[in-house]
Structure formats: C-alpha cells, structure tokens
C-alpha cells in the first residue's frame, strides 16, 4: 500500500499524468469544438438542402396551384396527379416526407405512399399556419414516438404577392445524428490512442528526465554513507547533465575536504596520543567530553568522559566556577599515592583555557594537566642544595673565624696551643678545597664537560691496586680483604683514572662503617657477554631502608654528624653515580641495617667501539 501510494508520488508518475492530462483536455476542447462544428455544419447543410428543395418545389408548383384544381384538360393528368408525380419524382430525402397544401391546409398531394389517406386532409401544424399566413422561416425540430429527431420545414407558394398554398417537408435527422455518433466514436478511439501513446511516450521522456535524478539520489546516498568513489554520468549539456556535472564537482571537493578534515583529525588525535601533558575538554556544564591517554594515567582514572570536572579534580564547586569562567588560569593539585603502593605522590598543575563561542559565550573548557612532580622535586633538591653548600662552608668558616680570633688574642703567645689552633684551621680550610673540588668536579660531570679517556684496562689488576691502596687503613681496623674475579673478566675499555676514583669512594666508605675486624669483599664478573660488574661488599653497620633511595642525592648522610667527623663531603656517591653513567653503566646499592652493605657497578664491557670477548 505504502509502496503503491510512494510510486504514484514519483516525478515520472507526476510527469507521466502531466502529460496524460495535457494531452486530454487539449483533446477534449478540440473534440467538443470539431464535433460541435460538425454537428452544426451537418445540420446547417441538412436544413439548407431541405430549404432548397423546398423553396424549388414551391415555384414549380406555384402556378399549378394558382389556377383551378379542379380544372383539367381532356388530353392531360388532374392538379392532383401532377403535384403527386411532381413531389413524388423530382425530389427525394432519405426518409423524409413532403406535402403540398392548398390555401386551406388541405393536403394536395404527398411523397409517402403510405401516407396517401393524408390527401384530401387538413395539416393542421403549427409550421403549416405560419407559412399559409405568408412567413418564410417555419423551421422546428420535434421528436417523434419511436424517440427519432426530426426537422419540420413550411413554406408559403407565392404567386406573386399571393399565397396559393404551401409546401410542408418533414425529415428524419437520424443518419446525421448516427454521423455524429461514429465521428464521435473515431474521435474518442483516436483521443484513447493518443492518450496510450502519449503515456508510452510519457514514460520515456520521463525516464530520460528521472534516470539521471535516481543516479544523483544514488550518488547522493554513498556520499551520505562515505563512498567519494563514484562519479555520476553526465549525459547531455542540458539543466540536468550541469547539475550532474556540478554534483560530481562536488563529491569531489567534500571528498577532499573529508580526507582534510580526517588527516587533521588523525593529527589531532596523534598529537593529543602522545602528548606529554594531559588534556581534558569539557562543555560548558563541566561535563567531560574528550581526554587524552595521559590524563588517564596522571588522574589514575579509566574513564573519564561524562563524570564532572569537580570529581575528577576533587576541587570545590566555587574554585572550579572561577577557573571555567577565566577568573583564575591555574591550580595545582595533589596525587596521593594509591593503596596497593605502585604510584608515588604526584603534583599535577591544571591550567584552564575557556573556549569561546560567537555570541553564545563560554561553550566549553580546555583543561591541560602538566605533571610538576619531578619539577618541584629539582627545586627542592636545588633548594636543599643551596642550603647543605651553605651548611657545610659555614661550619668550617665559621671554625677557622673562632680559632683565628683566639690566636688574634693571645693563643700564638703559647706555641704549643697556637700550633693546634692551626693545624685545626689547616684540617678546615683541606675540608673546604675538597668540598670545593668535588662540586667543580660534579658540576664538569652534569654538564658533560668531563671527557672521558678511555684505555684498556686489566680489571683484576684494578681491583688488585684499590685492596693494596686501602691496605694499611684495613689494617689498622684489623679489616679482612678479598679479591674475587670470575674466569672471562680480564680487560675492560674505560677511563681508569675515574673508575679508581669511583672504587676509591665505595672502598673508602666500607672501611668508615665496617668495625673492628669485618670484611670487604670487591668482586667482578660478566653478568653477560656486554657487561662487566664490580661491586664492593661489607660487613658494616649498614644503612636504613628508608634511607636507601636518598642514599646518592648530593650532602645527603645517613649520619650527618658521624660522616662530617670522618671528613666526608656528602658527594662521594654522587660524583660516584655520575662518572658511571658517564661510561654508560648503572650503579645499585643493597644494604641491611646491620648486616652489611653490596655496592654494584656494572659498565659496558668495550674495547674501541667493539665487544670484548
């Protein structure tokens, strides 16, 4: 039903009824103007030839009827049989009836056989008085019982000026009727073939006009579903080969602009992907929209679209309003770390970026999230930095100021005090040049100015050369030492000098906090064929695990007054960690409170840019 009721709504269908009733009302007014013309031109030539036969017998009659009717010669026919013969022979109508009447309306004589008891009757018709009375124009038209059409035309027989009688013709117009009647048949089978031709034509015109339409619909639909792969044939130069002509113009043109808009679009995600700084967009209600990989992981959240700025943030609805509507461009919040233990605290800066619509205002809120934690960790340790420098010049300044004062007042009158004094401000002021010499030497080593000179060195000699080095100080604790190289480390392409400076450290450090009668234990062996690994081991009091993660930032000391009395800097380990990772290694360090401690370093096991075997 709906199918049929769509078909009829179709431009062929309208266009093929356009033309249908087009062509049927021009017909129409054709066929009610031809046969109304035929109709009228029939009957005009059927009553002129009645009126011409009519007014023909009136004159030949005319002079019959003016003398004596009944007067005839010996030798020729009565009035009667004349007039009969007359109407009788010279004039014939096709199922038409004629009469002659006499002054009185008396039938002389009449064309129908069949109708000779009329003779000798009056004709008492209407048509018939008139024309006695000398009228010219009697015509009427009557229908008879049998429901035939006939014409009635009266004549007056003038002799002269005088009436001798008058001629009276009735004729059947069933034949001109029954004429009608087939023309109008032939017209109305022609008018039914040339509505069937002209819906076959209809249909073809119609289809070389709805053809291209249902191509464009068709092109059309794949473009709304994405396929810019098809172009629509352009058929003709006409209105519709143009607009297939444009509309092909125009896939071409959204085509690209799509593929614009979608390699943007790629971009966009790739660069939001891979961003380093999370980004949130929200609406103007503060509804999460769109976020980026990273702020999942910095928010710890695995889904973020359509939950509130407020719960992602967990900020105040009045702090939020203020930094959506631009009163305030940033916020810093903190991350605790979460119960299982795997994330650390996290300090996260927000800065809001209103998105602004023309003439509707705020639409909407960029939200980028910058982690700052590592920053502000830097500016601490720079802070703490700055604060242990000073710390560790002021107190041998400050020692060398006192003791300097005292000899200033009178110790150097007494050698044997005013020598102590100093040799105190001589053990400070070799404090404060190796304390200088170590920062000089780290500050070299971040900014990558300490060049390395690599060589070929023996590591069992090294280690060999650092346990002779400390030998006496190891004795003196009555320390036991030992020396273990595993089979496959023989010679290693490094910068000696620094790596014996860095073994020095881990040595010299084992024999600070190992007492009386420990162990040091320094060992090498290949953890796989590019790497090398040395580490030095005690059996000293150990360090803390709370301490273990601080244990190489800069001044940093498990015991802070202990270290400084062993003339320690605070930037061995340090100084220590940097010359390894300038040669590319990695340093670790294990310890137990009270047990001992394992330092490791392991180095890429390199002999002029190749792999040693």
Not at 163 to 188: C, H, P, W
Not at 264 to 291: F, P, Q, W, Y
Not at 501 to 530: E, F, H, M
Not at 556 to 579: C, F, H, P, Q
Request: proline share 2%.
């Amino acid at each position: 039903m709906n199918s049929g009721i769509r078909f009829f709504r179709t431009i062929q269908m309208k266009l093929i009824i356009i033309y249908v009733l087009l062509i049927l009302i021009a017909m129409q007014l054709i066929g009610v103007y031809f046969i109304s013309t035929m109709k009228t031109s029939l009957t005009s030539n059927f009553t002129t030839n009645m009126n011409d036969q009519a007014n023909l017998l009136a004159r030949l009659a005319a002079e019959t009827l003016n003398s004596k009717p009944d007067k005839t010669s010996a030798e020729g026919p009565t009035t009667e049989e004349y007039l009969s013969s007359l109407v009788r022979n010279l004039f014939s109508i096709n199922e038409a009836e004629i009469q002659l009447l006499d002054t009185s309306g008396r039938v002389l004589a009449t064309s129908l056989t069949t109708h000779q008891e009329y003779v000798g009757k009056k004709n008492t018709s209407l048509a018939v008085s008139r024309a006695l009375q000398g009228i010219r124009d009697n015509e009427e038209e009557v229908i008879d019982d049998d429901n035939v059409r006939k014409k009635i035309i009266a004549k007056p027989i003038m002799y002269g000026t005088k009436t001798v009688g008058a001629v009276y013709m009735i004729a059947s117009m069933k034949e001109l009727y029954q004429t009608v009647d087939r023309i109008n048949q032939i017209f109305v089978s022609g008018m039914l073939i040339a509505l069937g031709l002209t819906g076959v034509l209809g249909v073809l015109l119609a289809h070389t006009i709805t053809n291209p339409i249902k191509g464009l619909t068709r092109q059309a639909a794949a473009v709304a579903e994405g396929r810019f792969d098809q172009q629509v044939p352009v058929l003709g130069d006409d209105e519709i080969g143009r607009l297939s002509e444009v509309f092909n113009e125009m896939t071409t043109r959204l085509r690209d602009a799509l593929s614009a808009n979608e390699e943007e679009k790629e971009k966009l995600a790739s660069i939001l992907a891979n961003m380093s700084d999370g980004v949130v967009a929200a609406d103007e209600r503060g509804i999460v929209i769109l976020t980026n990989r990273r702020a999942h992981e910095m928010l710890r959240e695995q889904t973020c679209e359509g939950r509130h700025l407020n719960e992602l943030f967990m900020m105040e609805d009045d702090r939020l309003a203020a930094l959506m509507n631009g009163h305030e461009s940033s916020a810093v919040i903190h991350r605790l770390p979460s119960a299982d233990g795997d994330d650390d605290d996290e300090i996260i800066r927000i800065t809001f970026t209103a998105i602004h619509r023309r003439d509707k205002g705020i639409s909407g809120t960029i939200v980028v999230l910058q982690d700052v934690t590592e920053q502000e960790r830097l500016d601490q340790s720079r802070r703490e930095f700055v604060a242990n420098v000073s710390h560790e010049l002021r107190t041998p300044l400050t020692t060398i100021k006192s003791y300097a004062e005292a000899l200033d007042d009178g110790a150097l009158d007494e050698r044997e005090l005013g020598l102590r004094f100093v040799g105190v401000i001589r053990n400070e002021t070799e404090r404060m040049i190796r304390l200088v010499t170590d920062l000089l030497h780290l500050s070299r080593l971040d900014s990558s100015q300490a060049s390395l000179r690599r060589q070929a060195t023996a590591v069992p000699e090294m280690l060999e050369e650092v346990a002779d080095r400390f030998s006496f100080q190891m004795r003196k604790k009555q320390i036991r030492s030992e020396v273990r190289v595993e089979k496959g480390v023989s010679t290693v392409w490094l910068d000696r000098d620094q790596i014996d400076q860095v073994l020095d450290n881990l040595v010299s450090n084992a024999i600070k906090y190992t007492l009386d009668g420990g162990r040091i234990v320094l060992s090498a062996w290949r953890p796989d064929s590019a790497t090398v690994a040395i580490s030095v081991k005690d059996t000293g009091i150990g360090i803390p695990r709370k301490d273990l993660s601080r244990i190489f930032d800069r001044f940093y000391r498990v015991d802070k007054a202990r270290s400084r009395n062993m003339g320690g800097t605070g930037l061995g380990l340090s100084i220590a960690r940097e010359i390894v990772k300038a040669h590319g290694g990695s340093i670790t360090l294990d310890s137990e409170f009270n047990e001992g401690t394992t330092v490791t370093v392991i180095l890429p096991a390199l002999q002029d840019g190749g792999e040693l075997s």
